[in-house]
Protein backbone atom coordinates (compact mmCIF):
# COMPACT_ATOMS: atom_id res chain seq x y z
CA UNK A 1 0.00 0.00 0.00
CA UNK A 2 0.82 3.35 -0.56
CA UNK A 3 0.22 6.24 1.09
CA UNK A 4 0.25 9.52 -0.57
CA UNK A 5 -1.08 12.39 0.90
CA UNK A 6 -1.66 15.97 -0.79
CA UNK A 7 -1.21 19.78 0.99
CA UNK A 8 -1.33 22.98 0.02
CA UNK A 9 -5.09 23.57 -0.81
CA UNK A 10 -6.68 27.00 -0.06
CA UNK A 11 -8.91 30.13 -1.20
CA UNK A 12 -7.03 32.04 -3.54
CA UNK A 13 -8.43 34.72 -5.87
CA UNK A 14 -8.88 34.72 -9.42
CA UNK A 15 -5.23 35.47 -11.03
CA UNK A 16 -3.88 34.40 -7.87
CA UNK A 17 -1.05 30.96 -7.20
CA UNK A 18 -1.27 27.82 -4.85
CA UNK A 19 1.53 25.59 -4.53
CA UNK A 20 0.26 21.94 -4.08
CA UNK A 21 2.35 19.02 -2.94
CA UNK A 22 1.87 15.42 -2.61
CA UNK A 23 3.98 13.56 -0.31
CA UNK A 24 5.17 10.47 -0.64
CA UNK A 25 7.60 7.58 0.42
CA UNK A 26 11.14 8.47 -1.37
CA UNK A 27 10.89 5.19 -3.42
CA UNK A 28 7.12 5.69 -5.02
CA UNK A 29 8.50 8.91 -6.23
CA UNK A 30 11.14 6.73 -7.77
CA UNK A 31 9.60 4.44 -9.37
CA UNK A 32 6.41 5.72 -10.00
CA UNK A 33 4.24 7.86 -12.25
CA UNK A 34 3.00 10.60 -10.55
CA UNK A 35 -0.37 12.53 -11.52
CA UNK A 36 -2.24 15.35 -10.36
CA UNK A 37 -6.19 14.87 -10.71
CA UNK A 38 -8.98 16.75 -9.54
CA UNK A 39 -13.14 16.82 -9.54
CA UNK A 40 -15.27 20.06 -9.40
CA UNK A 41 -18.63 19.64 -8.03
CA UNK A 42 -21.47 17.79 -10.61
CA UNK A 43 -18.64 16.89 -12.88
CA UNK A 44 -16.45 13.70 -13.23
CA UNK A 45 -13.15 13.70 -12.17
CA UNK A 46 -10.47 15.35 -14.50
CA UNK A 47 -7.07 14.94 -15.26
CA UNK A 48 -4.43 18.26 -14.84
CA UNK A 49 -0.61 16.89 -15.07
CA UNK A 50 1.20 13.79 -14.56
CA UNK A 51 5.29 13.12 -14.43
CA UNK A 52 6.32 10.01 -15.56
CA UNK A 53 9.59 8.31 -13.85
CA UNK A 54 11.77 9.43 -16.47
CA UNK A 55 10.82 13.03 -15.82
CA UNK A 56 8.55 13.79 -18.41
CA UNK A 57 5.42 15.90 -17.83
CA UNK A 58 2.10 16.24 -19.70
CA UNK A 59 -0.49 18.75 -19.16
CA UNK A 60 -4.27 19.09 -19.66
CA UNK A 61 -5.05 21.48 -22.21
CA UNK A 62 -7.03 23.71 -19.82
CA UNK A 63 -3.86 24.07 -17.58
CA UNK A 64 -1.06 24.36 -19.66
CA UNK A 65 0.91 27.48 -19.78
CA UNK A 66 -0.55 27.80 -16.43
CA UNK A 67 0.38 24.85 -13.89
CA UNK A 68 4.04 22.98 -13.66
CA UNK A 69 4.42 19.25 -11.78
CA UNK A 70 7.71 18.90 -10.36
CA UNK A 71 9.33 16.09 -8.13
CA UNK A 72 11.40 17.81 -5.25
CA UNK A 73 13.51 14.76 -4.25
CA UNK A 74 14.95 16.35 -1.05
CA UNK A 75 11.43 16.78 0.55
CA UNK A 76 9.62 13.43 -1.01
CA UNK A 77 7.30 15.11 -2.70
CA UNK A 78 5.43 16.42 -5.70
CA UNK A 79 4.57 19.40 -6.29
CA UNK A 80 2.15 21.37 -8.80
CA UNK A 81 2.55 24.89 -9.05
CA UNK A 82 -0.58 26.68 -9.89
CA UNK A 83 -0.32 30.20 -11.32
CA UNK A 84 -2.95 32.79 -13.00
CA UNK A 85 -5.76 30.46 -11.49
CA UNK A 86 -9.52 30.58 -12.86
CA UNK A 87 -13.00 30.16 -10.62
CA UNK A 88 -12.77 27.34 -13.28
CA UNK A 89 -9.65 25.60 -11.48
CA UNK A 90 -12.23 25.46 -8.58
CA UNK A 91 -11.82 21.38 -6.97
CA UNK A 92 -10.29 19.03 -5.14
CA UNK A 93 -7.64 17.87 -6.03
CA UNK A 94 -5.93 14.39 -5.97
CA UNK A 95 -2.84 13.17 -6.64
CA UNK A 96 -2.39 9.44 -7.54
CA UNK A 97 0.22 7.12 -8.32
CA UNK A 98 0.82 3.91 -10.39
CA UNK A 99 4.21 1.61 -10.86
CA UNK A 100 3.08 -0.12 -14.09
CA UNK A 101 4.07 2.46 -16.70
CA UNK A 102 6.91 2.36 -18.64
CA UNK A 103 9.62 5.26 -17.63
CA UNK A 104 8.46 7.42 -20.31
CA UNK A 105 4.90 6.60 -19.98
CA UNK A 106 2.09 8.22 -18.50
CA UNK A 107 -1.85 8.28 -18.27
CA UNK A 108 -4.50 10.80 -18.72
CA UNK A 109 -7.21 8.31 -17.19
CA UNK A 110 -7.92 7.84 -13.52
CA UNK A 111 -8.61 4.53 -14.00
CA UNK A 112 -5.21 3.88 -14.84
CA UNK A 113 -3.97 4.94 -11.29
CA UNK A 114 -4.15 2.39 -8.71
CA UNK A 115 -2.92 4.66 -5.47
CA UNK A 116 -4.84 7.88 -4.52
CA UNK A 117 -4.97 10.65 -1.68
CA UNK A 118 -7.75 12.35 0.02
CA UNK A 119 -7.40 15.13 -2.01
CA UNK A 120 -7.26 18.89 -1.11
CA UNK A 121 -9.46 21.58 -1.62
CA UNK A 122 -8.76 24.42 -4.08
CA UNK A 123 -11.22 27.49 -4.62
CA UNK A 124 -10.81 30.41 -6.80
CA UNK A 125 -12.99 33.11 -6.39
CA UNK A 126 -13.74 35.72 -9.04
Known amino acids: QVQLVESGGGLVQAGGSLRLSCTAP????????MGWFRKAPGKEREFVSV???????TYAESVKGRFTIARDNAKNTVDLQMNSLKSEDTAVYYC????????????????????WGQGTQVTVSS
Open 51 to 57: ISRSGKS
Open 96 to 115: AADLRFAADSSSDRPSDYEY
Open 26 to 33: RRTLRVYA
